[in-house]
Nanobody, 120 residues
Framework: QVRLAESGGGLAQPGGSLRLSCAAS????????MGWYRRVPGKERELVAR???????DYADSVKGRFTVSWDDAPYTMNLEMNELKPEDTTVYYC??????????????WGHGTQVTVSS
């Protein structure tokens, strides 16, 4: 079993910053990629930022230049630094991880979500 523990989020003013972290634990052999997605009205979750084991990074166009995703020094932990926040960044953010477990099964896992609210 794999668990994704999300932390961070909360309330920020427009132009402010927040930091999200996601730590994976459990039956893990290797994490191939981790990322953050967010809820969008009328759509499935959209990709915000994603980083692979080899450091390949993708960002949504709407967050490029403002958000930075990175691997933490702690094992199986990924961070998202969110700067220059805008009210339209307000929504629930979900951590996602593609993990190969010790039985060599490959699956995608999701966190429960953390609320980000940008408001003055």
């Amino acid at each position: 079993q794999v668990r994704l523990a999300e932390s961070g989020g909360g309330l920020a003013q427009p132009g402010g910053s927040l930091r999200l972290s996601c730590a994976a634990s459990g039956n893990i052999r290797i994490i191939l990629a981790m990322g953050w997605y967010r809820r969008v009205p009328g759509k499935e979750r959209e990709l915000v930022a994603r980083i692979t084991l080899n450091g390949v990074i993708d960002y949504a166009d709407s967050v490029k230049g403002r958000f930075t995703v990175s691997w933490d020094d702690a094992p199986y932990t990924m961070n998202l630094e969110m700067n220059e926040l805008k009210p339209e960044d307000t929504t629930v953010y979900y951590c996602q991880a593609r993990i190969q477990n010790r039985g060599n099964s490959l699956d995608d896992y999701w966190g429960h979500g953390t609320q980000v609210t940008v408001s003055s």
